[in-house]
């Protein structure tokens, strides 16, 4: 695809369906309206219904004026890339909808655990869920603090720095549940067999050569 816009992939488009980042697609174009809602003469609702969205049939339902198709070119981000959506895309952006409706959702250890890829991370500051998979690239502590932690509690690692009040308002809206029950005690790791048979062995014969030569 040539295009003298910045090509957006879905990965990207899926993360700005909230209020405080909206984009919507028409006719292969991105825009971002998180600055228009309260100014849409249709409502801040129809916009918000098409938050990370190929919104080019509701777009076209309408007869918009030139001034209406000017204010939307000058929110253009990007163009949308010409591969399709994944498969389970509206799924997907469902399930990201309903995590921010329900901040305080029980989330099990185990559940939490699944969560600890680049792709989707999730952790635990003092009992509280969040997920930060489109937070990564932003922390200003750099990807790695937080991927260590994918998946855990991180907050003894939190209260280590002491955070902005920024840096509270962007967890608060982050958070995607509560965390319950015990936490699962991580099981050591035991020696293999063949080690400590090996080790076995080798101090026979330390006690064995001992003996013959002393």
């Known amino acids: 695809m040539s295009s ?6 879905w990965k990207e488009l899926i993360k700005h369906f ?7 697609v028409v006719e292969g174009m991105v825009y971002d309206v998180t600055t228009y809602l309260d100014k849409h003469p249709g409502g801040e609702e129809i916009l918000r219904k098409c938050g990370a969205k190929d919104a080019t049939e ?9 001034y209406a198709r000017s204010i939307l070119a000058s ?7 010409d591969e399709p959506p ?3 895309y509206a799924q997907l952006l469902k399930q990201r909808k309903q995590r921010v409706k329900n901040p305080y959702q029980a989330v099990t250890w185990e559940e939490l655990a699944l969560h600890n890829t680049s792709d989707d991370a999730w952790i635990v500051i003092d009992d509280d869920v969040y997920d930060v998979t489109d937070f990564l690239a932003q922390h200003p502590g750099g990807m790695k603090l937080l991927l260590d932690k994918a998946g855990d509690d991180a907050s003894t690692h939190f209260h280590r720095i002491n955070h902005s009040q920024q840096a509270h308002q962007i967890m608060s809206e982050l958070q995607v549940g ?8 991580k099981k050591q790791k035991q020696a293999p067999t063949n080690y400590v048979l090996i080790m076995f062995i080798i ?3 330390f006690i064995f050569i001992y003996l013959f030569l002393f």
């Open 86 to 88: 994944p498969h389970n």
């Open 4 to 9: 003298e816009y910045p090509i957006i992939t």
């Open 75 to 81: 929110r253009i981000v990007g163009q949308l890339t």
């Open 203 to 205: 101090v026979v014969l």
């Open 178 to 185: 509560v965390i319950i029950g015990i936490k699962p005690k």
């Open 18 to 24: 909230k209020r405080s980042s909206l984009w919507v």
């Open 58 to 66: 509701q777009f076209l339902e309408y007869n918009h004026s030139n």
